[in-house]
């Protein structure tokens, strides 16, 4: 009877254990399975036109220049070239690293049994040191401590994802560089240059120059520069020995002055 009890009371203590011994846990693989092909390796695949953009911005997460895309469900030639042409226009035009990092984007299709091999070719205007020197920002107030530790490790650019921007975000990035400018003694050096992606209006991505190249240097306030190019409101770079003047293009930038 004694055996019977503790083998009961044993079996009570056991069951009640349960939950203690109860874990969660979770695998952390190099790549998605969703978007690449599991007998193919470098090969991603895609079965509909976000598939497309999400397995491009993976590519250029990775800065890889060439790559294979498989895709399925695409009923003719017809369609699979107006897909890609408008998905590879949605990244560089819209979403902030494609604005930031690519200089364009080739693709070449040939129909298969049962989906469309598509050759990509990538072409950066970053390197891939730069963007996996990428930081993220939930808002701009972080950007203060973001610069101050670029300037402490004397770094000459600094490329920030932003969270959330916000009405009066453009406001609060010039109030913080200005504040930063004034404690650090450089409000006579070079103003630094900022450049969004893929836009002003809701950027996604800010770069600062922190050593802004001379041309920017020379021609003063009002400058908009990405890539060395002024903005509208100083259209013209003046030469100090002849005053001839070159016609520049605008950017979608702004500048930020002492």
């Not at 874990?23 to 509909?48: D, I, K, M, Q």
């Not at 040191?129 to 101050?148: F, I």
Request: proline share 4%; net charge negative; with cysteine.
């Amino acid at each position: 009877m004694r055996r019977i009890f503790c083998g009961l009371l044993f079996c009570v203590l056991l069951a009640g254990c349960t939950p203690l011994l109860e874990r969660t846990y979770c695998v952390a693989e190099p790549h998605s399975r969703r978007f690449w092909e599991s007998e193919a390796a470098g090969t991603l695949r895609a079965e509909n036109y976000q598939d497309i953009v999400n397995d491009l911005l993976l590519l250029i997460g990775q800065h890889t220049e060439d790559a294979v895309l498989r895709l399925y469900n695409f009923e003719s030639d017809l369609t699979v070239a107006d897909t890609l042409e408008k998905a590879t226009t949605e990244i560089q035009q819209e979403t902030p690293m494609g604005a930031y990092a690519v200089e364009y984007i080739t693709a070449s299709s040939h129909a298969q049994r049962g989906y469309y091999e598509v050759s990509l070719r990538i072409s950066y205007r970053r390197t891939q040191e730069q963007l996996q020197a990428v930081v993220n920002a939930t808002s701009p107030e972080a950007l203060y401590s973001l610069l101050a530790g670029a300037l402490d490790d004397g770094k000459t650019e600094l490329a920030v994802r932003m969270g959330y921007w916000g009405e009066d975000g453009r406001t609060r990035v010039e109030d913080i560089m200005e504040q930063l400018r004034e404690e650090r003694g450089l409000t006579e050096l070079p103003m630094w240059v900022v450049n969004c992606y893929p836009g002003e209006e809701n950027p996604g991505l800010v770069e600062f120059l922190l050593d802004p190249p001379a041309v920017m240097a020379k021609a003063g306030d009002g400058l908009d520069a990405q890539d060395g190019v002024l903005a509208e409101d100083s259209e013209e770079d003046f030469t100090e020995d002849t005053g001839e003047t070159e016609e520049l293009f605008p950017a979608e930038n702004f500048d930020i002055g002492a």
